[in-house]
């Protein structure tokens, strides 16, 4: 009986060893930085955050929650859920459910054929032209005038229609793709993220949502969380599901680990790497990867970064260099501050602060 109960205390103990991230020693770190952070939070200076968590070589070093938010809130942090089309791409190329993201996106799309405003170019787009916002479609969330933003297509019923239908763009101001960096020009939109969510589901010829408990949540033991769908009941891979901080920091931590938790390899690191390359330069210095933005933080000296992003201010950062995830939830929605915001809590207060950990 003493061997057994011997055994049992052993196997906990040892489970909570090998985790990939340690939530027992949060806020042990008394660094006045982030206490200083944490008080001008509290003060409401950065309006709706309500959340930050911080990990440091896969231990939770700071996790607090503000205005009425708590260990167990999910939260909507909009666009930044975009990054799980990413995370379900790699999974189900490394079953052989789709041969590569180069594939051609109308070898699953079939039944939206024949597509309005027919163009040879059309049939040429890849996966990888969603997952880097780069399609050739006139589709650009940041041009309220663009036939493919996303308040028109949410009064669609089929997203992925809505999509293939658009014309071919043109390239009116700024470099064309063959002149830009990377040979691609960046284009914003909810639709090309959501498609993806419907080219899988036909790959693997089953429930999206069933795929991803399976290869993602169960293995991350991710089980608390309320999910958004498309009009047609598919996975809403452009946004809107909410999770809680500490699954946020599991999903990022999971990109730090290079797709790896517990010994098991949930993604291929050669997934990981494509997706936080740069691919295409979105704005002046910010790169984009597989629906991951790619930017350097820091105060006296920056840091590269690549992270989920999403409408309020909210972010899911990895920072290799420093070997720290973060997570940064708010409520900020339409805010022009919001992420100036959540850039200065990053370049102020958690990356100097990580840095005097390095040394």
Known sequence: MKFKFLLFIFLIASTQLFAQLDFSNANKNTDPLLVKMDSIV?????EKITSILIAKDGKLVYENYYNGSNVNSKHNTRSA?????????????????????????????????????????????TIEDLLTMTSV??????????????????????????????????????????????????????????????????????????????????????????????????????????????????????????G?????????SAWIEKATTPKVNAYEGVDYGYFLWLKSFGKEKKYKTYYMSGNGGNKMLACPELNITVVITATNYNNRNSHNYTDEIMNEYIIPSMVKLKK
Not at 42 to 46: E, L, P
Request: proline share 4%.
């Open 81 to 125: 859920t975009k990054t799980m089309a990413t995370f379900l791409t790699g999974i189900a190329i490394d079953k052989g459910f789709v041969t590569s993201e180069k594939d051609k996106i109308f070898k699953y799309l079939q039944h939206t054929l024949p597509v309005k405003n027919p163009d040879k170019r059309k049939e040429n787009i």
């Open 260 to 268: 790896k938790w517990n010994d098991e390899q949930i993604i291929s």
């Open 137 to 258: 479609l006139e589709c650009d969330d940041s041009n309220w005038h663009s036939r493919g933003h996303e308040e028109r297509m949410y009064f669609i019923e089929d997203w992925t229609q809505f999509l293939v239908d658009l014309p071919v763009r043109s390239y009116p101001f700024g470099l064309k793709p063959a002149d830009a960096p990377y040979g691609r020009r960046f284009a914003y939109a909810s639709a090309k993220a959501a498609a993806v969510a419907e080219i899988l589901q036909i790959a693997i010829k089953s429930d999206l949502v069933e795929f991803t408990k399976k290869n993602l949540f169960e293995p991350l033991e991710i089980k608390d969380y309320t999910l958004n769908y498309s009009p047609k009941g598919i996975l809403n891979t452009a946004g809107g599901s909410e999770y809680r901080s500490r699954d946020f920091l599991k999903l990022i931590q999971l990109c730090l680990n290079k």
């Open 42 to 46: 509290d003060s409401g200076k950065y």
